[in-house]
């Protein structure tokens, strides 16, 4: 799957462009309000092969659910929006 989207194509290029504003040793977090794929993992997974400097850390603890190279917040496990 690629980017197919014109809003995961901008979510891309805003990672691209945050990553080399990251410090040595400093942490970038790609974080949406959305559980479509394309805008998700897709991106997370198209970013990482673009920056193999950078490494997924790993997935917070319960409520959050791994998912691609991070994790995910569902509604009926947290009470809250959806989030990734």
Known sequence: VG???????????????????????????????TLSARETTVVADAALARLPMFRPLAPPPPPWRPTGPGAMLLPQDAGTDGGN
């Open 3 to 33: 980017i197919v989207s014109k809003y995961a194509g901008m979510q891309l290029a805003l990672v691209l462009a945050a990553a080399a504003l990251v410090r040595d040793g400093g942490t970038l977090v790609y974080s949406v309000c």
